[in-house]
């Protein structure tokens, strides 16, 4: 297995579709913080050019760290089993299992660099372009980040599993949002006359990270912490078994 | 069977109604090259995607280097393979896929890249796409893909697809060389049966799912080789004048108590006027002459022992 993800590695550094990625995440990190200072310039009156504005900004959508997980292993992914590369693997003797785990492994990392450029090109710019205001520090975006993490990490596992399991990979798109987004929204809406249904959404990554209807800021308290911990959790055991029970057999 | 390096016993697998394989036990031993032949749904592709793991059989088993059941994952690092269309990726150099195969298969020696790029005639293509090679440079690709792993069996299937005649000539020249030099077995499916006469030592007749018949390059030769068969009113004394007249004449005597001579020297009239001059009635005369496509499609409509 340590081939295969040295393999893969080899391949994802010569993509070019990796830099371009990369290179997307970070442009659009960096027009944010660009577009506020611009403003600011226009429009003195305009107050949102500070450096508090911009951490709040991100703040108040931590589910932007779960919604790119998938998006990341589709850049990688996506052709795989088009390409037929995977049948080389297998072929070769390297187990499904393995295969799922490997790819896991790969899209971490490269998830991990994504996030790690993006974040330090948005801090960064921020702390470059626009007016500092101590009220909220790039601290604070770092410690939703570190919570928001292992339900990442359960988004990256599903869609890795997604990807594999359909033969298109929009398909296992949808599929991944269906789990990530429907099952949530039917659950909270389902609770709001069932009460089982209204204990199972509140620890939904979705339900509990929706900064709108939020009382509390969730990595702020113990029990969001622990919630963060243990859906994230949960979901990389579920969706890793759902993983390799749906592969170990699956036919190429 | 010892020398077998791929064995199966009663593959059957089954899609949906279809039954695409059905008992089919082939065996496959070292240093041959093993030619599949079939007409497209005859199941040559769905046995080589079971010998390398691509789908799981319904029933029976499969043995490659003497390994069996969860051993199979180990087996199969010794086999190099190219099934259906050539698994490279399409946005990586010729270089860096075959590089990616390297890495993947734990060769330590960088070389070996080169040296299997040079091997396929793919050298001037080394650094272009694999999306901007032409059929016949994919094809080329997959087989340098299967070879990077100095394998001991390599499984092709339908390899000479898109390759224009003097790659095809290459091609053969090259499965030869392995064969020969590297002792590579080769198991190969094709639907050409004129080139796999040319390059196999055994054949594997499939259709409808099922193993007709293995057989071997004399075997096959013997079989279709020209003949002429003769009923006559006395076989044995004509068989001893055949000997006594005609010692270079290659015969045998058919159950049907015939004589059948191979690759017959002479001209049908003077096998009919050795008879007659003996007292030999002779009930009939028959010539015949086959090539493999003809022996295929006898067997595969159920004449078996041609």
């Given at each position: 297995?340590?081939?295969y993800?040295?393999?893969?590695?080899?391949?994802?550094?010569?993509?070019?579709?990796?830099?371009?990625?990369?290179?997307v995440?970070?442009?659009?990190s960096?027009l944010?913080?660009?577009?506020?200072?611009?403003?600011?310039?226009?429009?003195?009156?305009?107050?949102?050019?500070?450096?508090?504005?911009?951490?709040?900004?991100?703040?108040?959508?931590?589910?932007?760290?779960?919604?790119?997980?998938?998006?990341?292993?589709?850049?990688?992914?996506?052709n795989?089993?088009?390409?037929?590369a995977?049948?080389?693997?297998?072929?070769?003797g390297?187990?499904?299992?393995?295969?799922?785990?490997?790819?896991?492994v790969?899209?971490?990392?490269?998830?991990l660099?994504?996030?790690?450029?993006?974040?330090?090109?948005?801090?960064?710019?921020?702390?470059?372009?626009?007016?500092?205001?101590?009220?909220?520090?790039?601290?604070e975006?770092?410690?939703?980040?570190?919570?928001?993490?292992?339900?990442?990490?359960?988004?990256?596992?599903?869609?890795?599993?997604?990807?594999?399991?359909?033969?298109?990979?929009?398909?296992?798109?949808?599929?991944?949002?269906?789990?990530f987004?429907?099952?949530?929204?039917?659950?909270?809406?389902?609770?709001?006359?069932?009460?089982f249904?209204?204990?199972?959404?509140a620890?939904?990554?979705?339900?509990?990270?929706?900064?709108?209807?939020?009382?509390v800021?969730?990595?702020?308290?113990?029990?969001?912490?622990?919630?963060?911990l243990?859906?994230?959790?949960?979901?990389?055991?579920?969706?890793?078994?759902a993983?390799?029970?749906?592969?170990?057999?699956?036919?190429? | 069977?010892?020398?077998?390096?791929?064995?199966t016993?009663?593959?059957?697998?089954?899609?949906?109604?279809?039954?695409?394989l059905?008992?089919?036990?082939?065996?496959v031993?070292?240093g041959e090259i093993?030619g599949l032949?079939?007409?497209?749904?005859?199941?040559?592709?769905?046995?080589?995607?079971?010998?390398?793991?691509?789908?799981?059989?319904?029933e029976?088993?499969?043995?490659?280097?003497?390994c069996?059941?969860?051993?199979?994952?180990a087996?199969?690092?010794?086999?190099?393979?190219?099934?259906?269309?050539v698994?490279?990726?399409?946005?990586?150099?010729?270089?860096?896929?075959?590089?990616y195969?390297?890495?993947?298969?734990g060769?330590?020696?960088r070389?070996?890249?080169?040296?299997?790029?040079e091997l396929?005639?793919?050298?001037?293509?080394?650094?272009a796409r694999?999306?901007q090679?032409?059929?016949?440079?994919?094809?080329?690709?997959?087989?340098?893909?299967?070879?990077?792993?100095?394998?001991?069996?390599?499984?092709l299937?339908?390899?000479?697809?898109?390759?224009?005649p003097?790659?095809?000539h290459e091609?053969?020249e090259?499965?030869?060389?392995?064969?020969?030099?590297?002792?590579?077995t080769?198991?190969?499916?094709?639907?050409?049966?004129?080139?796999?006469?040319?390059?196999?030592?055994?054949?594997?007749?499939?259709?409808?799912?099922?193993?007709?018949?293995?057989?071997?390059?004399?075997?096959?030769?013997?079989?279709?080789?020209?003949?002429?068969e003769i009923?006559?009113s006395?076989?044995?004394?004509?068989?001893?004048?055949?000997?006594?007249?005609?010692?270079?004449?290659?015969?045998?005597?058919?159950?049907?108590?015939?004589?059948?001579?191979y690759?017959?020297?002479?001209?049908?009239?003077?096998?009919?006027?050795?008879?007659?001059?003996?007292?030999?009635?002779?009930?009939g005369?028959?010539?015949?002459?086959?090539?493999?496509?003809?022996?295929?499609?006898?067997?595969?409509?159920?004449?078996?022992?041609?």
């Amino acid at each position: 297995m340590l081939n295969y993800i040295k393999s893969e590695f080899y391949r994802v550094v010569h993509s070019l579709s990796t830099y371009v990625t990369l290179g997307v995440f970070a442009a659009l990190s960096l027009l944010v913080n660009c577009g506020l200072a611009i403003f600011g310039a226009i429009n003195p009156a305009f107050a949102y050019n500070t450096t508090s504005f911009s951490m709040q900004f991100l703040m108040n959508i931590p589910t932007v760290f779960v919604c790119a997980a998938p998006i990341l292993v589709y850049v990688l992914y996506e052709n795989v089993g088009k390409s037929g590369a995977l049948k080389n693997a297998v072929a070769f003797g390297i187990s499904r299992e393995k295969l799922l785990l490997g790819q896991t492994v790969v899209s971490l990392v490269f998830c991990l660099a994504v996030l790690a450029v993006t974040e330090a090109v948005y801090f960064a710019s921020a702390y470059a372009f626009l007016r500092f205001d101590p009220a909220i520090s790039a601290a604070e975006v770092l410690l939703e980040t570190a919570c928001a993490l292992p339900s990442a990490l359960a988004a990256l596992v599903l869609a890795v599993v997604c990807v594999n399991v359909s033969d298109r990979s929009f398909v296992g798109v949808l599929i991944w949002m269906a789990v990530f987004y429907l099952v949530p929204y039917v659950c909270r809406w389902v609770g709001y006359q069932v009460d089982f249904f209204a204990d199972i959404a509140a620890w939904m990554p979705m339900n509990f990270m929706d900064m709108q209807n939020a009382e509390v800021i969730f990595w702020r308290t113990g029990e969001g912490v622990l919630k963060c911990l243990v859906a994230g959790g949960a979901g990389i055991v579920v969706f890793g078994a759902a993983g390799w029970l749906a592969l170990r057999r699956k036919e190429i | 069977m010892t020398d077998c390096v791929i064995q199966t016993r009663g593959v059957s697998k089954t899609y949906g109604r279809l039954k695409a394989l059905d008992g089919v036990s082939v065996n496959v031993r070292r240093g041959e090259i093993y030619g599949l032949i079939g007409d497209n749904g005859a199941g040559k592709t769905t046995l080589l995607k079971a010998l390398v793991g691509h789908i799981w059989p319904d029933e029976g088993d499969i043995g490659i280097l003497s390994c069996e059941g969860r051993q199979l994952c180990a087996a199969r690092r010794q086999v190099g393979a190219m099934i259906e269309k050539v698994g490279a990726f399409p946005n990586l150099s010729v270089e860096k896929n075959i590089e990616y195969c390297r890495i993947l298969k734990g060769i330590p020696d960088r070389k070996k890249t080169a040296e299997v790029i040079e091997l396929v005639g793919l050298a001037e293509k080394a650094g272009a796409r694999c999306s901007q090679l032409s059929m016949g440079m994919k094809q080329r690709l997959g087989l340098a893909i299967a070879l990077i792993g100095e394998p001991q069996i390599l499984i092709l299937d339908e390899p000479i697809n898109g390759l224009d005649p003097s790659g095809i000539h290459e091609f053969r020249e090259l499965l030869h060389r392995l064969n020969t030099q590297k002792n590579i077995t080769i198991l190969l499916s094709s639907h050409i049966l004129s080139e796999l006469q040319q390059t196999a030592t055994t054949f594997g007749f499939l259709a409808g799912g099922r193993l007709i018949e293995e057989i071997s390059i004399q075997k096959l030769t013997e079989k279709c080789a020209d003949y002429i068969e003769i009923a006559l009113s006395d076989v044995e004394k004509y068989a001893a004048l055949l000997d006594k007249n005609f010692g270079d004449e290659n015969y045998i005597v058919t159950p049907e108590k015939k004589v059948r001579i191979y690759s017959p020297r002479r001209k049908p009239y003077e096998y009919s006027r050795l008879a007659a001059e003996n007292g030999v009635l002779v009930g009939g005369l028959e010539s015949h002459s086959r090539s493999l496509e003809d022996y295929y499609m006898h067997i595969k409509e159920g004449g078996k022992n041609a």
